[in-house]
């Protein structure tokens, strides 16, 4: 009786207060799923998308249009059931519920992400960014930061603030994405095949190749070279200072 009269006064509260107890019930009950599919999502996608979705040796999925499509997990759901072997990735026998979670969790990272997005100016003022030394961020380039070794401001980063709003240029020095690692594997007969990495984990590894083909192998029968092209950013972001990161904006700016 006190537990039926406690939660007649919490429904009345809600109904006082101008919000609907059915809506409550369902945010409670999605946030909950989202919690229990974030940990089924670490444990058998984060390893290719990431703990949080966004990206590792598998795409993103936070702005996947998949994901933005579906509606309780029936986009989803058979993905992750059947996989996608031509892009290296297995299948999963999950049940309904547990696809469910995944669904959820997925759905309230992509609207985390896009509050985010929408509380940051489409065009931030350049004058508000462009802070640093033009001059210290070249030397920077071309000397402590190695960044010659993978970039050349006469070939991939020519024009390179052309192509980028100034925040998404600065955004990109911190926070570089979307490059693939290369992989080459070289079988029992000595065989070579190199490509894009579509899939590896410390049982099995898969490649496309320049034309398109995907190959898998299990890493026991194989040897194995990934060259991460991120690496060495990562290495920087453990001893980037404020000016560097200034500075190299600064530098990259003047690649029109």
């Keep these: 009786m006190l537990r039926r009269a406690l939660c007649l006064g919490l429904l009345s509260v809600c109904i006082a207060l101008g919000q609907d107890p059915d809506a409550i019930r369902e945010t409670q009950a999605n946030a909950s799923g989202a919690d229990a599919g974030k940990r089924q999502f670490q444990q058998t996608c984060g390893f290719c998308h990431g703990p949080d979705a966004r990206g590792a040796s598998g795409p993103d999925l936070i702005r996947s ?35 469910r979670n995944i669904a959820d969790f997925l759905h309230a990272e992509a609207k985390v992400a896009a509050s985010v997005a929408q509380r940051i100016p489409s065009e931030y003022p350049l004058e508000k960014l462009l802070v640093g030394n033009a001059g210290d961020g070249k030397a920077f380039f071309d000397g402590a930061g190695h960044c010659t070794a993978c970039h050349s401001a006469a070939g991939d980063f020519a024009h390179i603030a052309s192509k980028y709003k100034p925040f998404d240029l600065q955004t990109r020095i911190a926070f570089p994405s979307g490059a693939k690692s290369n992989v080459t594997v070289t079988d029992a007969s000595g065989k070579m095949f190199e490509g894009e990495e579509t899939y590896a984990d410390e049982f099995f590894v898969s490649l496309r190749d320049k034309n398109g083909h995907v190959f898998s192998w299990s890493r026991q029968s194989v040897k194995v070279q990934i060259r991460d092209p991120l690496r060495e950013h990562e290495r920087l972001l453990k001893t980037y200072t404020d000016k560097n990161v200034h500075d190299l904006f600064a530098y990259l700016e003047t690649l029109k």
């Design 65 to 99: 249009p998949l994901v933005s499509r579906d509606q309780n997990g029936n986009l989803i759901g058979p993905v992750i059931r059947n996989g996608r072997p031509e892009k290296g990735m297995p299948a999963f026998q999950l049940s309904d519920a547990e696809i």
